[in-house]
C-alpha cells in the first residue's frame, strides 16, 4: 500500500454502467440519495453488528449517525457516516468494479438492451449500483474513508469518465464520507445545492432509516438573559420617547445539528397509516432494487410467539439468485434495534428471494448465529412466517402468481426436494408449460382436471429445450392419444420428479422411461423383427443395451429409453455440466415398427446379412435417435456424410 497516488482504470463494464446511469436516469435523479443514505445506513448496521462480538472496534463512538452537509456557494453534498468504512483492499474490491458475479449477468442485460434498445433504469437497479448513482449529479465524487480499527485513510476520487485515483490520506475519525461535486443545473431540474431539496429527498425516500441523518443548520435564536428570559431589541422612540412598532425579542444566528429523518421503524407502526410509497421506499432501502415490490405482507404476531414482520416479494429476480454466496432477504431486529442481515435461520433457502425485516422482541441482543439455529423462537417464527407466505402465494391473482412464477418458480421448486413437511403445499404452488398449453404456466390441479377419462397417470418429460420437448419422439403416441405431457425444463425439475411421486393420487410418469404401456405390442409382428433387433443391438453395444418395439414412437423411426430407475438423459447432462462426470448409461434403443424404414431395413437384412449398408443404417437410427432428443452425437462428420449418400442414392433412383 503507498502514499503516492494511483490512477486506475474501470472496468470495461463499470464504464459501460456510467455510461447507462448517466444517459438514463435524468429523470429519476433523486435517487443518488437514497443510495448513498442507504450504503451508509449499511455500513453502519456492520459495525454495529461486528462490535456486538468486539465492542472495542467503536473505540468511544456508538453514537451513530449519518450526516449531510449542503454547500450551496461551492455546489456540493457531503454525505458522512460513522459505519464500518473501507480499507484500501475493500474500496478496490468494492468500488470501480462489478460484482464478479454479476459482471457476466450484466453484458447479458447489456446486450439484450441493445437489441431491444431499451435500457430501463429497472434492469441497473438488478446490479445493485447504488454508489455509482452519484454519478447522475455529480461530476466529480470523492470518497474519503477511514475502516474501523484502522489509523490510516484512504481517498478515492473520479469524474466517472472512466479514471478513477487512489491516494491514501488522513480523516477523522472512522467511517466514510462522500462527496460530489454537482454537476451544472439545467433548464427544469431541481438544484441539489439547495437544503431544502435535500431535505424533501430525505423526507420521501429515507425517512425510516434507523440512524439519524443530521445537517447543520443556521436558525435565528433568542438571545436570553441570565434567568433564562429572553432579551428584548433595543427599540427605537418616537420623538415623545414612545416606541414605535411593536416589542420584539431580541435574536442571534446559531448553528444547530438537526435530524431531518422520524427513524421511525415503519414495521412496527400501524399498517392503516403507512402509505403505499412509504412501504415501496424502505422496500427499496433493504433490498437495493429500484422497482417497488410484486407483493408485500406486515403482520403483527401475538402471543407466546411474539414479533413482527415485513415481507416482500420483488417483482423481477436479481441477476445473482443462483449465486451460492448471495444474501438472503431478512434482516433480523429485536425491539427495534438491528442484530444482522440476511437471517438465513429465518427464512427456508427455496424462498430466498423474499426481502424484508423480522422484528422479534424477546430475542437476546448478542444472539449469535449459531445459537440461532437452535432457538425456539426463531424455528417458531419461521413455521410460521412460512405460512403466511404459502398463503400468500396460494391467494394471489393468477395474472400476477404467473409473473411471480416466471421470475421465482425455479427457487419455488427446490423446496419440493428440501422441505418435506411442506411438500404438498408447494405441490399446489409448482407450475408446468405443456404440450398442451406452451405459452402460459399450468398448475397441477389443472392437470388433473383436464386427464383424459383413461389416463392414469401425469406424464413428464425432463430437457433443457422446450421446443425440443415439445416435439419429442417420445410423445408421438402420448400426442396421439391426446394425453398433456408436462414439459420439464429446469435442472431442479429432476429432483422434483424424483421428490414427488405422486400428486392427488396420480403417480408421475416419465414419457421417455419405462414402459409406456399405451399399446399393447403385437408379439408376431415382434418375432418377425428379432433377429433384426439382435443384429442392430450387436453393432451398437456400446451406447445400448436393448434393442425393442417402442410403443412411444408414431412418426419417428426411434427413439432412446430408459428403464424408470435409470438417470434421465437430462440428469446426466446436468451432472456433466457441472464437473462430474457419472457413468454413461446404456440406453434402450426403441424402433417403430410401423414405419417404412425399418419395414425396409428388414427387407435388406432378409435379403443379404452381409450388405454393408445394414451396419450404417444401424448407427444412422441410433444418432437419429439422440439428436431427436437434443443430444450430442459421437461423429456429427460422419452422420452427415452418410446422409449425403442417402440423398443421393434416393434422388438417383428412378421411380
Ligand atoms: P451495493 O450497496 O448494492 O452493494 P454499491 O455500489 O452501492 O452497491 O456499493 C458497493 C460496496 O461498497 C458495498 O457493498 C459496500 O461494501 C461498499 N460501500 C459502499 N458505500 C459504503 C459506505 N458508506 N461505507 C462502507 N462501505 C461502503
Not at 458475479?101 to 441493445?114: D, H, P, R, W
Request: aromatic share 8%.
Amino acid at each position: 500500500m503507498g502514499t503516492a497516488k494511483q490512477t486506475y482504470q474501470f472496468k470495461t463494464e463499470v464504464q459501460q454502467l456510467l455510461k447507462l446511469i448517466i444517459n438514463s436516469l435524468y429523470s429519476n435523479q433523486d435517487i443518488f440519495l437514497r443510495e448513498l443514505i442507504s450504503n451508509a445506513s449499511d455500513a453502519i448496521d456492520r459495525l454495529r453488528f461486528k462490535a456486538q462480538t468486539d465492542p472495542d472496534i467503536l473505540d468511544g463512538d456508538g453514537e451513530f449517525k449519518i450526516k449531510i452537509t449542503v454547500d450551496s456557494d461551492n455546489r456540493t453534498i457531503e454525505i458522512a457516516d460513522n459505519g464500518t468504512g473501507m480499507t484500501h483492499d475493500e474500496i478496490m474490491e468494492n468500488i470501480g468494479t462489478i460484482a464478479k458475479s454479476g459482471t457476466t449477468a450484466f453484458l447479458e442485460v447489456l446486450e439484450k438492451s441493445k437489441k431491444e434498445s431499451a435500457f430501463t433504469p429497472e434492469l441497473i437497479g438488478q446490479f445493485g449500483v447504488g454508489f455509482y448513482s452519484a454519478f447522475i449529479v455529480a461530476d466529480e465524487v470523492t470518497l474519503i474513508t477511514r475502516a474501523a480499527g484502522s489509523d490510516t485513510a484512504v481517498k478515492w476520487w473520479s469524474q466517472g469518465d472512466g479514471e478513477y485515483a487512489i491516494e491514501d490520506t488522513e480523516k477523522e475519525g472512522r467511517g466514510t464520507t462522500v462527496i460530489l461535486k454537482l454537476r451544472e443545473k439545467e433548464e427544469g431540474e431541481k438544484d441539489f445545492a439547495e437544503e431544502w431539496t435535500i431535505r424533501d429527498i430525505i423526507k420521501r425516500h429515507s425517512d425510516f432509516i434507523s440512524y439519524p441523518i443530521v445537517m447543520d443548520v443556521e436558525r435565528e435564536e433568542p438571545v436570553l438573559d441570565a434567568e433564562g428570559k429572553p432579551v428584548k431589541e433595543d427599540q427605537i422612540l418616537d420623538q415623545d420617547g414612545k416606541p414605535i412598532g411593536p416589542e420584539k425579542n431580541k435574536t442571534i444566528r446559531v448553528t444547530k445539528e438537526e435530524t431531518l429523518n422520524s427513524m421511525k421503524a415503519i414495521w412496527a407502526r400501524d399498517k392503516k397509516d403507512i402509505s403505499d410509497q412509504e412501504y415501496n421506499e424502505f422496500y427499496k432501502h433493504i433490498s437495493h432494487d429500484w422497482e417497488d415490490p410484486m407483493e408485500r405482507l406486515h403482520f403483527k404476531m401475538e402471543g407466546t410467539t411474539e414479533y413482527s414482520a415485513l415481507l416482500y416479494i420483488p417483482s423481477q429476480a436479481p441477476f445473482d439468485l443462483f449465486n451460492v454466496d448471495r444474501k438472503h432477504g431478512v434482516n433480523l431486529y429485536s425491539k427495534r434495534v438491528f442484530i444482522m442481515e440476511d437471517c438465513k435461520e429465518l427464512i427456508p433457502e427455496y424462498m430466498r428471494f423474499v426481502k424484508g425485516v423480522v422484528d422479534a422482541s424477546d430475542l437476546n441482543l448478542n444472539v449469535s448465529r449459531e445459537i440461532l439455529q437452535q432457538d425456539r423462537l426463531v424455528r417458531n417464527i419461521r413455521k410460521n412466517m412460512l405460512k403466511k407466505l404459502f398463503d400468500l402465494l396460494s391467494k394471489m391473482e393468477d395474472e400476477t402468481y404467473d409473473k411471480f412464477y416466471d421470475a421465482f418458480g425455479q427457487v419455488l421448486k427446490e423446496g419440493v426436494h428440501t422441505d418435506f413437511d411442506n411438500r404438498e403445499k408447494i405441490s399446489h404452488l409448482i407450475r408446468y408449460k405443456t404440450t398442451r398449453s406452451e405459452d402460459k404456466w399450468v398448475s397441477l390441479k389443472t392437470y388433473v382436471e383436464n386427464m383424459k377419462a383413461d389416463q392414469k397417470e401425469i406424464y413428464y418429460i425432463t430437457g433443457d429445450n422446450l421446443s425440443a420437448l415439445l416435439n419429442s419422439p417420445h410423445l408421438e403416441k402420448l400426442k396421439e392419444k391426446e394425453y398433456e405431457v408436462l414439459l420439464m425444463t429446469d435442472p431442479v425439475d429432476e429432483w422434483v420428479t424424483q421428490s414427488l411421486p405422486e400428486y392427488e393420487g396420480k403417480p408421475f410418469k416419465s414419457a421417455e422411461k419405462g414402459d409406456l404401456d399405451l399399446d399393447d405390442v403385437d408379439e408376431k409382428k415382434k418375432d418377425e423383427y428379432n433377429s433384426l433387433f439382435e443384429f442392430i443391438k450387436s453393432e451398437l453395444e456400446e451406447n445400448v443395451k436393448e434393442v425393442k418395439p417402442s410403443t412411444r414412437l408414431k412418426h419417428s423411426v426411434s427413439c432412446l429409453s430408459g428403464n424408470a430407475q435409470d438417470m434421465s438423459a437430462y440428469m446426466e447432462k446436468i451432472l456433466q455440466s457441472s464437473g462430474q462426470s457419472p457413468e454413461k448409461a446404456k440406453r434402450i434403443l426403441e424402433l417403430n415398427m410401423e414405419h417404412p424404414a425399418l419395414t425396409q431395413f428388414k427387407t435388406l437384412f432378409e435379403k443379404d446379412q452381409e450388405d454393408s449398408r445394414l451396419k450404417d443404417y444401424s448407427h444412422l437410427i441410433y444418432d437419429m435417435a439422440v439428436i431427436s432428443e437434443g443430444g450430442k452425437i459421437d461423429d456429427p462428420a460422419d452422420f452427415s456424410k452418410r446422409v449425403g449418400e442417402l440423398m443421393a442414392d434416393a434422388m438417383a433412383q428412378p421411380e
